[in-house]
């Protein structure tokens, strides 16, 4: 077995990287204060502590300068890019809002919609009911946008975008906190863990999520707590935990919700097995069975309706997209059960070609990266010697996001698949963990080749 060296280097320096990377994000905050907006910098002074009292009361004694170099790291490194991609934007479209997608200024303006029930002019609770249609969706992000651009009235004068902007660098950078959380517990070795972590942190659909104001890197942040939770030692405490963090999700985005609901029960499952009582054993399976059977009958027709309507109006989506794109075209014209899986590993590939998104640099990077590693994951469920080695629990997470993407399969997005990426992730990290390096270099040379001779091919059937 190829096992690193059990130290704490990395393949960048965290000691510099991470202070050039402060002072990087605090000068362009300055010039932001300079200019008249000081709520960008309350914001990340503010969120950079709240980090590290967080890092300090949850991380054991030997795991908090590593932990406080990432966050540091990855929330400065986040933010730097988002501010510059911001007034990059403002220089090229002056008379438009500098944003990279749609959805940010439907979020920008739920934040102002908002207001009014963090300022106790309407009912707070009626935010989490159909009341506050469209915010009753995801009364959590709405709170938290809401809650920004209260303080950004006060300090400010107005709800400044760019004062929204400070939250998913914020969340990325603990993103990258509770993965490595994970993997040095599934690993144990600092070293294999603290690289696997930036390389996921750097490569991945994350980087460029964790830059614009949509909550999916909220949504992300919370599949990856709940992850480390499932995958720890049974405890009554994770399973109270679990259910929180399904609580939480659930108020970011009902559907995300309900899998962690399912998998809170699965969770309870490995925990009861645990107990030696059969009487303990047996009541808690007729509880699980009637009040799973009471959920189905009361919220059936509810979960049913949602998933077929978002299921065909991303299929709607995805045929109007197919005239332009004639891969999407053929997908969708393949047989049952083909088409799916056509779908569910081009959704892989995304976006394909990367160069689409050469605008957005991380996000092309990330189409590049990901499709390795999701065929390492592919390797290492074939290589009976490196699957017998993967960890029950990672296993059902396994089957749980492939079935996620299956069901996202009418219309595949990183930024919506994010949130199982990490499940496959340290699947794949097996293959790194037992293969010799070089073997690793030749099937990555391999895949490299495959890329770009694939991208060009496209490119010429395109011309």
């Known amino acids: 077995m190829n096992i690193p060296n059990d130290k704490s280097n990395s393949f960048i320096n965290l000691n510099i990287t991470s202070v050039v990377m402060l002072w990087i994000s605090l000068f362009i905050l300055t010039l932001i204060a300079i200019s008249g907006s000081l709520t960008p910098i309350i914001l990340y002074l503010l969120m950079s502590a709240l980090g590290i009292v967080l890092i300090l009361l949850l991380s054991d004694k030997n795991e908090i300068a590593i932990k406080l170099k990432l966050f540091i790291f990855f929330f400065s490194l986040y933010l730097a890019y988002t501010l510059i991609n911001y007034y990059i934007l403002l220089q090229l479209y002056p008379y438009e809002v500098p944003l990279n997608y749609i959805d940010e200024n439907t979020f920008y303006q739920y934040s102002n919609l908002g207001l009014p029930y963090i300022l106790g002019k309407k009912h707070f609770f009626d935010l989490f009911t159909l009341a506050s249609y469209p915010l009753h969706e995801q009364p959590l992000y709405v709170v938290f946008i809401s809650s920004i651009a209260y303080l950004s009235i006060i300090v400010d004068g107005n709800n400044t975008l760019i004062a929204q902007k400070i939250l998913s660098p914020f969340l990325g950078g603990l993103f990258s906190i509770v993965l490595y959380s994970t993997l040095k517990y599934q690993f144990k070795e600092t070293s294999f863990s603290l690289n696997a972590t930036i390389a996921f942190a750097f490569f991945s659909a994350v980087f460029m999520y964790s830059t614009p104001i949509m909550r999916d890197i909220d949504v992300a942040l919370a599949y990856m707590i709940f992850i480390c939770l499932f995958l720890q030692k049974n405890s009554f405490i994770n399973f109270i ?141 074939i290589k009976k010697e490196i699957r017998r080695l993967i960890d029950t629990k990672v296993i059902y997470l396994l089957i749980v996001a492939i079935a996620i993407l299956f069901l996202m399969s009418s219309e595949p997005m990183a930024r919506r698949m994010m949130s199982v990426y990490p499940i496959i992730y340290i699947v794949s990290l097996y293959v790194f963990f037992v293969l010799p390096k070089n073997e690793i270099k030749k099937i990555f040379s391999y895949y490299i080749f495959s890329m770009i001779a694939l991208n060009v091919f496209y490119y010429f059937i395109k011309i």
């Not at 989506?317 to 005239?323: C, F, K, N, P, T």
């Open 241 to 381: 935990l679990l259910l929180v963090v399904a609580f939480i999700t659930y108020y970011l985005r009902m559907e995300s919700g309900m899998v962690l609901f399912a998998l809170v029960v699965l969770y309870s499952h490995f925990h009861v097995k645990t107990i030696h009582s059969k009487a303990i054993k047996f009541i808690f399976y007729i509880l699980v069975v009637v009040f799973s059977s009471f959920l189905i009958l009361l919220m059936a027709n509810k979960i049913f309706g949602r998933v077929v309507g978002l299921n065909e109006a991303n299929t709607a989506r995805s045929i109007a997209e197919a005239s332009k794109d004639s891969i999407a075209l053929i997908f969708n014209k393949l047989p049952f059960p083909l088409s799916y899986i056509a779908k569910v590993l081009f959704g892989q590939m995304q976006p394909f070609p990367f160069f689409l998104a050469i605008d957005r640099l991380p996000e092309a990077i990330s189409g590049i990266f990901w499709p390795f590693i999701f065929i390492m994951m592919l390797y290492a469920m």
